[in-house]
């Protein structure tokens, strides 16, 4: 029930039992705009799920409350998460 960082070589990689926060930057005008994204497999419990939403709305503090927080379930993520991902995801 902690984070933990997954190696690049295997972004866009999920396992149906386990719930991942993803920080996507894109850079704009007048600085940065962060997304806070974070996925739970369709196997999770219910105390990783809150565990994540608690880690995402940690991680939103840090970042002085200007990150926008997206829940994404297995098999319905969004087209912009999706989009992170250029091999897919497995």
């Known amino acids: 029930m902690k984070m ?22 894109t850079k704009t005008r007048s600085g940065f705009a962060t997304d806070l994204h974070f996925w739970i497999g369709r196997e999770s419990s219910q105390d990783e799920q809150g565990a994540a939403a608690f880690y995402v709305t940690q991680l939103d503090d840090a970042l002085g409350g200007n990150p926008v927080q ?21």
């Open 4 to 25: 933990v960082p997954v190696p690049e070589k295997a972004y866009g990689s999920f396992f149906e039992g386990d719930c991942y926060i993803i920080i996507h930057n």
């Open 70 to 90: 997206h829940r994404e379930a297995q098999g319905y993520e969004s087209a912009a998460f999706k989009s992170y991902f250029k091999k897919g995801i497995m």
